[in-house]
């Protein structure tokens, strides 16, 4: 079932973290953040919304980073009822779509909820200020491509936060699976 967020509230400060990547290494908020903004977006690797965008985040995340915006993947889905978003898994994952980012793992599930998160992939994003400025989608596309020609949501919206430190205005929340939260 598709989910999407209601209650989003703009402009509160990022929840801190510290969650082990699928590198090996240990990632705080502080090494993710980029000088411009950062984008933490939570994903998991077996939901159709995730497979059909996962080549145009990485797109978008590599131009993103490149222009001083941090970037970063969380996986909290529980692993025990949904063993294909399990650790190893994920490494997999990073692995054969060639993630430019930390993919990092939730397993308490602490910070999805820190931050709200209800569904993936689901998408924050904070300007330089550490601030939440977008919390929209990648662009219009679902489980299909999105039209040919159609825009960059979260580019153009992260561009935009990086310049201004400004809210845009135009934000559609983003639609995807549930969260697979612990009993």
């Known amino acids: 079932m598709a989910a999407s967020p209601t209650d989003i509230m703009l402009d509160i400060p990022a ?15 502080a090494d993710i953040a ?8 939570f994903i998991c690797n077996h939901c159709p919304y995730v497979l059909a965008i996962v080549d145009r985040l990485v797109k978008d995340a590599r131009a993103l980073m490149s222009e001083g915006i941090g970037f970063a993947a969380i996986c ?3 692993a025990v009822a949904y063993p294909d978003d399990s650790f190893p898994k ?10 430019p980012f930390p993919y990092l793992h939730d397993e308490s599930q602490a910070v999805a909820k820190a931050y709200g998160a209800v569904c993936t992939p689901d998408f924050f994003g904070y300007g330089a ?3 939440l400025k977008y919390r929209g989608r990648l662009d219009e596309g679902r489980r299909d491509p999105p039209p040919a020609g159609a825009r960059r949501e979260l580019l153009v919206s992260m561009r935009r936060i990086a310049a ?6 135009d934000q559609t929340p983003s639609i995807g699976c549930s969260i697979q939260w612990k009993n």
């Open 164 to 169: 201004t430190n400004e809210i845009p205005a």
């Open 34 to 41: 980029g000088p411009k903004g950062t984008v933490i977006v």
């Open 129 to 131: 200020d550490g601030r």
């Open 15 to 29: 929840p801190a973290f510290s969650l082990p990547g699928v590198d090996g290494k240990t990632y705080s908020l």
């Open 90 to 99: 994920m490494k997999d994952f990073a692995s054969q779509h060639a993630l």
């Open 76 to 78: 909290s889905n529980d």
